[in-house]
């Protein structure tokens, strides 16, 4: 089943590389309901995040031919959708705020992964897009797609020190966010 | 990009934020598809012109450069101040007439003149001997140098402006006399003494041996000759004469001032021939047919260069051609931007220039003469090849085909198509796919 897959997956990319129509529309299909997700993860408005996702698909069928084959091809094609996103937010400023703070005391209740694991996907979109550009940015970067704060700082131009301070203080952040998502909903249950 | 480490592993906090966001999904809607299709649409069409102004300046470069070696500049480039510079005109007008027109530049001039004289002599009368069908006979003190009125007929050049021409002749030769004398006396100015002088002059005599190779066969054909000649002192009677005369070309190039005549061989003449394999670079496109079946046309521009050697001359014949190929190609093995593949097919050619240039040495003089000549007729072949081509831009790929064709004999210059008719090249160039 796997092999099917990934051999239909290089048919695909062949005839996406061929300019092939057919091919194209499959490969959207297959990806643009994720990657909608992943912009909007990163911008929070939906409507810029349609013009990301349909500048993202551009890049990627007028650079198809770039992909080596050797890696995933569905991380290639998330990594053309962040890329497009981090240029969107760098043209609009989005990335300059920065702010150092220490790292500490942030612990990590039991409690608070319980709830965490009640809340579902779309609460916790809604609670990331609560996050400033800055600090959504470096969560989604290294909390989501799993650059190291090394890569993030140099993908943002930012020190490493401010890439790991920002994520700490969008996960505390975060973390209020579930907590008071989490009382509403037990609120909400008992009321 | 490498999985975070930066605290080793995530807080489990993050671990499950990704597990549930990962793979998330959100609607999209219908309309984005649409403007997705526009989108490629313009880019591509972006990225295309810009490859296809670069194929036509390309193309462009080529012609000129082409053109430009066709020219007289290459003498002009390689002289110096020992350097005697000639450059040549000549309008061919059928098979057995040539006028040639000579623009002396030399900055020996004055000196060479010295010796203009018993050259003049030597050359003619050498001309003479050897061919009996025309002869130039140019009046100066001790060389008399009359016209034919049969090979003025032929050269379609009326006596009175070869007359005129062995006039300005023998002026320039006479207001050269005190000069020489100031020139024997002083080396340095001789170096530096540039003017320019035009005369008429000689003509080229034309033997079954030159007209083959170059086929200069058209009644109203261009053909431009340049001669460049270097040396560091005067010389005595010029050596060529002592060459075997069966290996003389019909033409003696001489202008006033140059001290000694260029002798022109054909190519046919050469004792010692070294075909180069031939060089092609085209622009293609191709129809696919199905997934491994592609029909093909488009130009292909070709070189020809074969070395030419004989005791005191050396020579390169160039050719250039452009040609319009038709072919099928089957794809033996392909990758995501590689593919190997066969073709066979058919090209007709046309020649777009011959260019002859040619070294003859005398002593420690070197004359170097170009003949620049049209190609008539057109040259068809058949080949096969085995290519690979890499996928650089969307349905652009460059290539590069070595295979071998068979040449028909469509009375081509001499060339390694000539000398054998099934003969190896190598092709480059770009393909487009649609």
């Not at chain 2, 001997?129 to 025309?134: A, D, F, G, L």
Request: hydrophobic share 35%; net charge negative.
């Amino acid at each position: 089943m796997g092999d099917k897959r990934i051999t239909d997956e290089q048919e695909l990319i062949a005839g996406c590389i061929e300019g092939k129509s057919w091919a194209q529309r499959a490969i959207y299909d297959r990806f643009a309901p994720a990657m909608m997700s992943v912009c909007v993860r990163y911008v929070t408005d939906r409507e810029t995040a349609r013009d990301l996702l349909q500048e993202g698909f551009i890049k990627l069928f007028t650079k198809i031919e770039s992909y080596s084959g050797t890696g995933a091809f569905g991380g290639w094609v998330r990594r053309i959708f962040v890329t497009t996103a981090l240029e969107y937010l760098r043209q609009n400023d989005a990335l300059k705020q920065s702010a150092d703070i220490d790292d500490v005391g942030y612990h990590i209740e039991n409690d608070e992964i319980s709830v965490l694991e009640k809340i579902s996907a779309d609460d916790l979109m809604a609670c990331v897009s609560q996050l400033s550009d800055g600090y959504r940015t470096v969560f989604n970067l290294y909390a989501i797609e799993g650059y190291s704060h090394a890569e993030i700082a140099e993908m943002l131009g930012i020190s490493e020190g401010t890439s790991r301070s920002q994520f700490m203080r969008a996960r505390k952040i975060l973390q209020k966010s579930v907590l008071s998502l989490h009382g509403n909903e037990y609120a909400k249950e008992y009321r | 990009m490498q999985k975070n480490t930066d605290n080793n592993t995530h807080d489990a906090f993050s671990e499950l934020y990704r597990q549930k966001l990962e793979n998330h999904t959100l609607p999209v809607d219908d309309g984005v598809w649409d403007a997705i299709q526009k989108g490629i649409a313009v880019r591509k069409r972006r990225r295309i012109i810009p490859l296809w102004w670069m194929s036509a300046a390309a193309v462009l470069v080529l012609s000129f450069l082409i053109f430009r070696f066709s020219d007289n500049e290459l003498p002009k480039q390689l002289a110096d101040n020992k350097t005697i510079e000639r450059t040549a005109e000549k309008i061919v007008s059928g098979k057995q007439a040539a006028e040639i027109t000579f623009e002396n530049t030399t900055e020996n001039k004055v000196a060479e003149k010295q010796s203009a004289q018993n050259e003049i002599q030597n050359s003619v009368r050498s001309n003479q001997s050897e061919r009996n069908t025309k002869n130039i006979h140019q009046h100066t003190d001790d060389v008399h140098v009359n016209t034919k009125d049969e090979l003025a007929d032929k050269l379609k050049i009326s006596d009175k402006e070869i007359n005129i021409a062995d006039d300005i002749q023998q002026k320039n030769i006479e207001e050269d006399a005190p000069k020489t004398l100031l020139a024997e006396n002083n080396e340095e100015k001789r170096d530096t003494n540039k003017e320019e002088n035009k005369n008429a002059f000689e003509t080229i005599q034309n033997e079954p041996g030159w007209e083959d190779p170059l086929k200069t066969k058209n009644t109203n054909e261009w053909v431009v000759l340049a001669s460049l000649g270097s040396g560091r002192s005067s010389s005595g009677s010029p050596q060529f004469l002592n060459a075997s005369n069966s290996d003389l070309y019909t033409g003696l190039l001489r202008a006033p001032g140059i001290k000694t005549a260029a002798t022109i061989l054909a190519p046919a003449d050469f004792s010692s021939r070294k075909f180069h394999a031939p060089i092609s670079f085209g622009l293609r496109a191709g129809k696919k047919l199905n997934d491994r079946v592609s029909l093909e046309s488009g130009l292909v521009y070709t070189y020809l260069l074969t070395d030419l050697e004989s005791p005191n001359y050396a020579a390169t014949l160039n050719l250039h051609y452009l040609g319009i190929p038709l072919n099928a190609k089957v794809n033996v093995w392909t990758s995501r931007q590689w593919s190997v593949y066969a073709s066979g097919g058919a090209m007709v050619e046309k020649g777009l220039r011959s260019i002859f240039v040619q070294e003859q040495y005398m002593g420690n003089q070197t004359i170097r003469t170009t003949a620049s000549t049209n190609i008539d007729g057109f040259q068809w072949s058949v080949n096969a090849a085995l290519g690979v081509a890499y996928n650089f831009a969307g349905t652009f790929d460059f290539y590069f085909e070595p295979g071998f064709s068979y040449y028909f004999d469509n009375d081509q210059p001499l060339s390694i198509r000539s000398d054998r008719q099934f003969a190896p090249g190598v092709e480059a160039g770009v393909r487009f796919a649609f």
